[in-house]
T-cell receptor, first 115, second 113 residues
Framework: GDSVTQMEGPVTLSEEAFLTINCTYTATGYPSLFWYVQYPGEGLQLLLKATKADDKGSNKGFEATYRKETTSFHLEKGSVQVSDSAVYFCALSERLRGGYNKLIFGAGTRLAVHP | DAGITQSPRHKVTETGTPVTLRCHQTENHRYMYWYRQDPGHGLRLIHYSYGVKDTDKGEVSDGYSVSRSKTEDFLLTLESATSSQTSVYFC????????????FGQGTRLTVV
C-alpha cells in the first residue's frame, strides 16, 4: 500500500536558520501531497499542497516541490522563527475503492527553534 | 478555519466502559474521517464516511464503531474501552474535490484507566 516516510526529529535550529524536512513517499498512481503543521494542543492545519509532478506548494515562507522522479516532497524554509516550532506531517491522498480518498501520514517531525 | 467541533475535548474513562466521541461540521462536506494520533505512528485512520449512513473501516478499526445519521455529525464509539485506546482522536472533513485535502478538528484526548 501507499506510505510516507519523513525524517525523524526532533530538529533543533536557531532562529533565522535554513530548514529542510525530508519526505519521501511510495504510491501507485499520482497522489496529491501535503504538509500539515500541528502546534501544541491543537489540531492539524494544512500548510501547503501539490497535486502533480513539479508543482511547488508554498505558504508562510514554506515551500515544497512535488518530485516524481525521486518520489519526494521535502519541506523547506529559508529563515525559521521561534513561532515555527511545531510538529510537521507529510501526507499523501490515497484513492480508495469507490473513488473515496484518505490521507496517509508520515510519523511527524518535531521542530524546535531557539532564539 | 473549517467549522469542525469535536466533543468532548478531554475525557477520562474506565476500562470496559463505552465511550462516544462526537464530531460536528458546518461545512456540508461529504466525507468525514476519524483518526487517532499516537507517538511514532503519525495519524492512523479508524473509520470514514462518504455520506449519511455510509461508512467503512480504516486501518485500525478493531474495537471502534461509527455512525452518521446526519451530514453534519459523525460519531465514534468505543464499545468497551481498553488502555490501548488511550490516544488523541481527530475528526477530519473533506469535500473530495481538487487536491482532496482534509481539514481537522481540535482533537479529543481520551485516557482509559
Amino acid at each position: 500500500g501507499d506510505s510516507v516516510t519523513q525524517m525523524e526529529g526532533p530538529v533543533t535550529l536557531s532562529e533565522e536558520a535554513f530548514l529542510t524536512i525530508n519526505c519521501t513517499y511510495t504510491a501507485t498512481g499520482y497522489p496529491s501531497l501535503f504538509w500539515y503543521v500541528q502546534y501544541p494542543g491543537e489540531g492539524l492545519q494544512l500548510l501547503l499542497k501539490a497535486t502533480k509532478a513539479d508543482d511547488k506548494g508554498s505558504n508562510k515562507g514554506f515551500e515544497a516541490t512535488y518530485r516524481k522522479e525521486t518520489t519526494s516532497f521535502h519541506l523547506e524554509k529559508g529563515s525559521v522563527q521561534v513561532s515555527d516550532s511545531a510538529v510537521y506531517f507529510c501526507a499523501l491522498s490515497e484513492r480508495l475503492r469507490g473513488g473515496y480518498n484518505k490521507l496517509i501520514f508520515g510519523a511527524g517531525t518535531r521542530l524546535a527553534v531557539h532564539p | 478555519d473549517a467549522g469542525i467541533t469535536q466533543s468532548p475535548r478531554h475525557k477520562v474513562t474506565e476500562t470496559g466502559t463505552p465511550v462516544t466521541l462526537r464530531c460536528h461540521q458546518t461545512e456540508n462536506h461529504r466525507y468525514m474521517y476519524w483518526y487517532r494520533q499516537d507517538p511514532g505512528h503519525g495519524l492512523r485512520l479508524i473509520h470514514y464516511s462518504y455520506g449519511v449512513k455510509d461508512t467503512d473501516k480504516g486501518e485500525v478499526s478493531d474495537g471502534y464503531s461509527v455512525s452518521r445519521s446526519k451530514t453534519e455529525d459523525f460519531l465514534l464509539t468505543l464499545e468497551s474501552a481498553t488502555s490501548s485506546q488511550t490516544s488523541v482522536y481527530f475528526c477530519a472533513i473533506s469535500d473530495g474535490t481538487g487536491a482532496r485535502e482534509a481539514f481537522f478538528g481540535q482533537g479529543t484526548r481520551l485516557t482509559v484507566v
